[in-house]
């Protein structure tokens, strides 16, 4: 079983920048690609972004390219979403999830972002 658990939310203005880290516990962490989604309220969740099991492949939402950066830590157990020039429209809450065999199965509870106009 893997846990996650998020962290480095908070509130910010417009064009702002926040880091967000995921931690994982157990030894197979290397083993498994690594995804961020968010929901914001009255919204369904939403994918925003994932990254290989070597870190060595990435992919984002079009609506996160060019501001956001996945990147991951195997030698600490985390996975990090580096987020710039963020936007209102970027609040929600965000979510780390860890995928086997290409389904997310482990999930974080969540950490809050709120970006101000």
Avoid at 6 to 14: D, F, I, R, T
Avoid at 81 to 91: A, G, I
């Amino acid at each position: 079983q893997v846990q996650l658990v998020e962290s480095g939310g908070g509130l910010v203005q417009a064009g702002g920048s926040l880091r967000l880290s995921c931690a994982a516990s157990g030894r197979t962490f290397s083993t498994y690609a690594m995804g961020w989604f968010r929901q914001a309220p009255g919204n369904e969740r939403e994918f925003v972004a994932r990254i290989s099991q070597s870190g060595g492949s990435t992919y984002y939402a079009d609506s996160v390219k060019g501001r956001f950066t996945i990147s991951r830590d195997n030698a600490k157990n985390t996975v990090y979403l580096q987020m710039n020039s963020l936007k209102p429209e970027d609040t929600a809450i965000y979510y780390c999830a860890g995928a086997v065999g290409g389904e997310y199965r482990y999930w974080g509870q969540g950490t809050q972002v709120t970006v101000s106009s």
